[in-house]
């Protein structure tokens, strides 16, 4: 059974430089992965900010940058924002047209 | 604009039918791949299901196949999601998304599965 890794939680000083990871639990990530990631506030819809590992969402700024970390897929935000604060969650092509979550993590900016 | 309109959520019986439908507009839809998304309660996002732009292949999570079947009219511009043999955790905001990636997001529906 193969599940998508995020930390559970994660803390940023405003202004401050984060890097959340998302990682398979066997085997790597990979440009084939697909890796996105979106964020989420309470009582609203998902917003897009990272596709095909890289690519920013229209409207996205320059502070948010995904990439491949080793084995695993990040997303760093710089210069982070009060209202960075927010679910963060990774999506990985798995196989066979088939997609999975990771469970997400919670950002605090304090 | 892309925007992303989902109806038909409501209340189901356990083992029951319901299907969600998402009304597409602002990009041309039968070039794009959609998909389902679902949400329960204070819980995080799971991946349900995707189909091609021509409708002619489809994909399920492992929680959901042999239920629930997605299908798509592109000239009504239409997503759908059949949904049967409903249970509990199948409760959830179900969202629509654009391509494979779920680029764009529509504002959900809620399907709740109680007696």
């Known amino acids: 059974q193969t599940v998508v890794t995020q930390e559970p939680s994660f803390s940023v000083s405003p202004g401050g430089t984060v890097t959340l990871t998302c990682g398979l639990s066997?085997?790597?990530?990979?440009?084939?992965?697909?890796s996105s990631w979106y964020q989420q506030t309470p009582g609203q819809a998902p917003r897009t900010l990272i596709y095909?590992?890289?690519s920013r969402s229209s409207g996205v700024p320059g502070r948010f940058t995904g990439y491949i970390l080793g084995n695993k897929a990040a997303l760093t935000i710089t210069g982070a924002q009060a209202d960075d604060e927010a679910d963060y969650y990774c999506m990985l092509h798995v196989g066979s047209g088939i997609w999975m979550f990771g469970g997400g993590t919670k950002l605090t900016v304090l | 604009e892309v925007q992303l309109l989902e109806s038909g959520g409501g209340l189901a019986q356990p083992g029951g039918s319901l299907t969600v439908s998402c009304a597409a507009s602002g990009f041309t839809f039968s070039s794009y791949a959609m998909g389902w998304v679902r949400q329960a309660p204070g819980k995080g996002l799971e991946w349900v299901s995707g189909?091609?732009?021509?409708?002619?292949?489809?994909y399920y999570a492992d929680s959901v196949k042999g239920r629930f079947t997605i299908s798509r009219d592109n000239s009504k511009n239409t997503l759908f999601l059949q949904m049967n043999s409903l249970r509990a955790e199948d409760t959830a905001v179900y969202y629509c998304a654009k391509d494979q990636e779920c680029i764009d997001w529509g504002q959900g529906t809620l399907v709740t599965v109680s007696s």
């Open positions: 189909i091609s732009g021509r409708g002619d292949s489809t």
């Open positions: 095909s590992t890289h």
């Open positions: 066997s085997g790597s990530v990979s440009a084939g992965s697909y």
